[in-house]
């Protein structure tokens, strides 16, 4: 007999960090299985916490006192026995606590709402409990706070009169419509009829649209709107009996106001029709072999994965296809959704909650069967799945750069295992490690060198923005580019622009002493918001008005630098202002839809070019787009990383392709300081193969993934010799475990040394093969305890993808 649940409980600590037993009290014993959410009592005072049921036992080795579980959140569960195991599996992988992977795997809404209640318990002295409590057994703690009665009431704590509880809620919603329905035939309806006064015209109406219902249901709207008959009308039908009114469960659809118009398989060129073959077979086989499908962009790589998708719905199985953010653009859903219409379930951040809840729904309940989303939809409880795709397999966006730090190809191979079935990795610009990978026959390579409507890839010129300047060219444009731009103009073409960098990253500096605003908290400048006239902290999110004298010497020469897409805008309708533009940045992209509104907007030729970040470099697929120019290609050269010039040779490909995807040719312009980099000089080539070579071999020199591992080790706490020593102390710990391949880099300071009010330490470590590292860094962890129950932050990151 089960009677004992195994919970993970929501308190992400080290201690916590293993199942806890709960005895199930017997009106739960039939409902309870592993997945579920349960209520339980934690530690000695009356918390409660949320927690997850990972498994049942008739017996347990704890030999304290049990405690009861206290409340059942779910009828079903949230987490399969795939997704527990997954956690469990993730959370060693990570350095982080399963609770957190948990949650990390599921839609915000099944995280728990805690709220805090001061209860009284005992008698109050005087006339308290009327004046405090207004007589009530317990109030909140956001009123006590609001009333500014807290002080007094922790002296009650103190005395033992009150106590504090923790309640937990659930922040489930569901979408309900009113529905309402005729209660009587059409001939007692007829008979009602005759009963009416002459004026009660919107009564008859009422009763002849209830005799066309036919005792079908109808959303109560509808009635409302497309006949005009009021609430009070309906309210008085159904008083007397006429109907009767119901809430029925809808979901929120995000794409309730789109059609799609269904597409049909294209005939596949030779080279697809290979790729397509080898993935069948795999999914055939069922076999989780993974692919590399690298093709050049515009090659035809998404119809490929909607055919092999088609297939695997045509065996009943379901899929899963990862995009990343930026790409996950309404082209690309309007793709899916006209191949599989219904089937299909599209996760991303600009959906609300409850929507992010109502897709998770669909997918859970297998009506939903394609699953397209950013990374966190790798967690999606896709049942019986066929095949894996992460489209764009390079971008840093599948890595998590927070707890738990996982990267999502790697979380799809695990669940490709899991269901044997095949992942597909595609790519125009695979990253180093996959492509290593591939040539090592870890991966199978498939190739695409070709594009799908035999045009030709666009041809790129480099323009040295150093010589522009001897020309006394002082623009953000070069000339020629300002020549190819009019050109396009004239022929009713468009253009595409893009600036390397985000929309609004300009600073403030005073030209007579060059002080530049920093924020009081991180070492890193204030950065100018033109949309909200402020200086804000992209680390801390401290804000402040602009200032108008120079903070340090008074002086009134202060002055904006830097190039946001805003100025290049303003720049841009000086030089040629018979252009339209629309600009496309994290400012004019806030707003839910806007991404789509302008691209609907460029897409029916309202406006001749397109300006923006990074954002437009991919998915998109415009015909009449025959021009891309990169205003800066260096910016990302000079980030201190060694993959920097890995992601200019990406971006630079990734925005090529965008020109000359219908049937005209495509021009690229590259505007650059460094026209001799080889990450610019090969992207201008279109040369993978070339750039991949030189790039291995420089990695191989620097002892640079995919040659070696890294793995990061952070140390933070508000006090910077706290940090500092901690860091040391680690360093000296993990040091002698290390074979004789092993670097070890550090302890430094991080490049950005405080933010947050909090200082930044870290190593990090080199390595081949090391088979105790991971061991040795639990055991890190675990001795760390009691410095992070005193502030200090220990975070491991394997395989960073960022160094800043
Ligand atoms: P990728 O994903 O590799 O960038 P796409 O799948 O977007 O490429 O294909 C580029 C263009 O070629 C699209 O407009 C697509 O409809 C078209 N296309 C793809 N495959 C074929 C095919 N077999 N026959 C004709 N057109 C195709
Ligand atoms: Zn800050
Ligand atoms: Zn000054």
């Keep these: 007999m089960a009677r004992i649940a195994e919970v993970i409980v929501d308190i992400p600590t080290m201690q916590t960090n293993k199942p806890f037993d709960y005895l199930i009290p017997s009106e739960y014993e039939e409902q309870i299985v592993p997945g579920m959410r349960v209520v339980v009592p934690f530690g000695n005072g009356s918390r409660s916490v949320q927690g997850f049921v990972v498994g049942l036992a008739s017996s347990t080795e704890y030999d304290g006192r049990m405690k009861e579980i206290l409340e059942v959140m779910d009828l079903d569960p949230v987490l399969n026995e795939e997704l527990?195991?997954?956690?469990?599996?993730?959370?060693?992988?990570?350095?982080?606590?399963?609770?957190?992977?948990y949650q990390t795997m599921l839609p915000s809404v099944l995280r728990a709402k805690y709220d805090k209640v001061i209860r009284v318990i005992d008698e109050l002295p005087g006339d308290l409990w009327e004046t405090l409590f207004a007589s009530r057994?317990?109030?909140?703690?956001?009123?006590?706070?609001?009333?500014?009665?807290?002080?007094?009431?922790?002296?009650?704590?103190?005395?033992e009169l009150v106590e504090v509880v923790y309640l937990v809620k659930d922040k489930i919603t569901v979408k309900t419509e009113r529905h309402l329905k005729p209660l009587l035939s059409f001939d007692q309806l007829e008979e009602e009829k005759a009963g009416l006064t002459k004026r009660a015209t919107k009564q008859l109406l009422l009763l002849n649209v209830l005799?066309?219902?036919?005792?079908?249901?109808?959303?109560?709207?509808?009635?409302?709107?497309?006949?005009?008959?009021?609430?009070?009308?309906?309210?008085?039908?159904?008083?007397?009996?006429?109907?009767?009114?119901?809430?029925?469960?809808?979901?929120?659809?995000?794409?309730?106001?789109?059609?799609?118009?269904?597409?049909?398989?294209?005939?596949?060129?030779?080279s697809q029709e290979h790729a397509y073959h080898q993935i069948m077979a795999a999914v055939e086989g069922g076999t989780s072999d993974v692919f590399l499908l690298k093709g050049v962009t515009g090659s035809g790589k998404t119809e490929v994965y909607l055919q092999t998708i088609a297939e695997v719905l045509k065996k009943d199985q379901s899929a899963l296809m990862?995009?990343?953010?930026?790409?996950?653009?309404?082209?690309?859903?309007?793709?899916?959704?006209?191949?599989?219409?219904?089937?299909?379930?599209?996760?991303?951040?600009?959906?609300?909650?409850?929507?992010?809840?109502?897709?998770?729904?669909?997918?859970?309940?297998?009506?939903?069967?394609?699953?397209?989303?950013?990374?966190?939809?790798?967690?999606a409880p896709v049942k019986n799945l066929g095949l894996i795709i992460i489209d764009e397999e390079h971008e840093t966006s599948y890595k998590q750069e927070e707890n738990p730090r996982y990267h999502a190809r790697n979380v799809a191979i695990w669940r490709a295992e899991y269901h044997q079935c095949p992942v597909v990795l595609g790519s125009a610009t695979p990253s180093l490690e996959s492509r290593a990978r591939a040539t090592k026959n870890v991966y199978h390579l498939l190739e695409l060198n070709e594009r799908a409507n035999n045009q030709e890839l666009p041809e790129v010129s480099i323009v040295n923005m150093r010589e522009e300047a001897s020309k006394g060219n002082r623009s953000t444009f070069s000339l020629s580019l300002q020549e190819a731009i009019r050109d396009r103009l004239a022929k009713r073409e468009q253009s595409v622009l893009m600036?390397?960098?985000?929309?609004?990253?300009?600073?403030?500096?005073?030209?007579?002493?060059?002080?530049?605003?920093?924020?009081?908290?991180?070492?890193?400048?204030?950065?100018?918001?033109?949309?909200?006239?402020?200086?804000?902290?992209?680390y801390c999110g401290h804000e402040e008005g602009i200032p108008s004298l120079c903070p340090q010497c008074g002086s009134r020469s202060i002055r904006y630098y830097g190039t946001g897409t805003q100025k290049v805008e303003e720049e841009l309708k000086q030089l040629i202002p018979e252009a339209r533009v629309i600009r496309m940045d994290v400012d004019t992209t806030r707003r839910?839809?806007?991404?789509?509104?302008?691209?609907?907007?460029?897409?029916?030729?309202?406006?001749?070019?397109?300006?923006?970040?990074?954002m437009i470099a991919k998915g998109l697929d415009f015909p009449d787009v025959t021009l891309v120019g990169v205003l800066?290609?260096?910016?990302?050269?000079?980030?201190?990383?060694?993959?920097?010039?890995?992601?200019?040779?990406?971006?630079?490909?990734?925005?090529?392709g965008r020109a000359g995807r219908g049937d005209k040719p495509g021009e690229v312009i590259v505007q650059t300081f460094n026209p001799e980099h080889y990450a610019i000089q090969l992207a201008q080539m279109q040369d993978y193969n070339t750039f991949y070579l030189k790039e291995m071999s420089l990695r191989h020199k620097g002892q640079y993934p995919p040659y070696f591992f890294i793995i990061r080790i952070t140390v933070s706490h508000e006090q910077e010799m706290a940090a500092a020593k901690k860091i040391g102390e680690i360093a000296n710990?993990?040091?002698?475990?290390?074979?004789?391949?092993?670097?070890?880099?550090?302890?430094?300071?991080?490049?950005?040394?405080?933010?947050?009010?909090?200082?930044?330490?870290?190593?990090?470590?080199?390595?081949?093969?090391?088979?105790?590292?991971?061991?040795?860094?639990?055991?890190?962890?675990?001795?760390?305890?009691?410095?992070?129950?005193?502030?200090?932050?220990?975070?491991?990151?394997?395989?960073?993808?960022s160094f800043i």
């Design 211 to 270: 005799q066309s219902l036919a005792e079908r249901q109808v959303p109560t709207k509808v009635v409302r709107e497309e006949y005009g008959i009021s609430t009070a009308v309906i309210k008085e039908g159904e008083k007397k009996g006429w109907l009767t009114q119901f809430d029925v469960e809808v979901y929120r659809d995000p794409f309730e106001n789109h059609t799609f118009e269904q597409t049909q398989a294209l005939q596949l060129t030779p």
């Design 84 to 101: 527990i195991q997954l956690g469990a599996d993730m959370a060693k992988k990570t350095f982080s606590f399963q609770i957190s992977c």
């Design 137 to 159: 057994d317990e109030i909140t703690w956001q009123e006590a706070t609001e009333r500014g009665i807290l002080t007094q009431l922790m002296k009650l704590k103190q005395q």
């Design 322 to 379: 990862l995009v990343p953010e930026i790409a996950l653009t309404p082209q690309m859903v309007q793709r899916f959704k006209s191949r599989f219409g219904e089937e299909v379930a599209v996760l991303h951040s600009g959906l609300s909650d409850g929507e992010r809840y109502d897709e998770w729904r669909k997918i859970e309940k297998g009506e939903a069967r394609v699953v397209v989303g950013a990374r966190s939809s790798v967690f």
């Design 733 to 801: 710990f993990l040091r002698p475990s290390l074979g004789p391949q092993a670097v070890m880099l550090g302890p430094t300071p991080k490049a950005i040394a405080r933010t947050h009010n909090r200082y930044h330490y870290q190593i990090l470590i080199k390595y081949k093969r090391e088979p105790y590292l991971e061991e040795k860094l639990h055991e890190l962890l675990q001795n760390s305890q009691k410095d992070v129950a005193k502030g200090m932050v220990i975070a491991i990151d394997s395989e960073p993808t």
């Design 592 to 614: 839910k839809g806007a991404h789509e509104k302008l691209l609907n907007r460029f897409g029916n030729k309202e406006a001749d070019i397109l300006l923006g970040t990074q």
């Design 632 to 656: 800066n290609a260096d910016t990302s050269l000079g980030l201190p990383d060694f993959r920097s010039s890995e992601r200019t040779f990406q971006l630079l490909t990734q925005v090529s």
């Design 499 to 538: 600036l390397n960098r985000r929309g609004y990253s300009s600073f403030v500096m005073c030209r007579d002493c060059g002080f530049v605003l920093p924020c009081p908290n991180c070492d890193i400048s204030l950065t100018l918001h033109m949309d909200t006239k402020t200086m804000k902290c992209h």
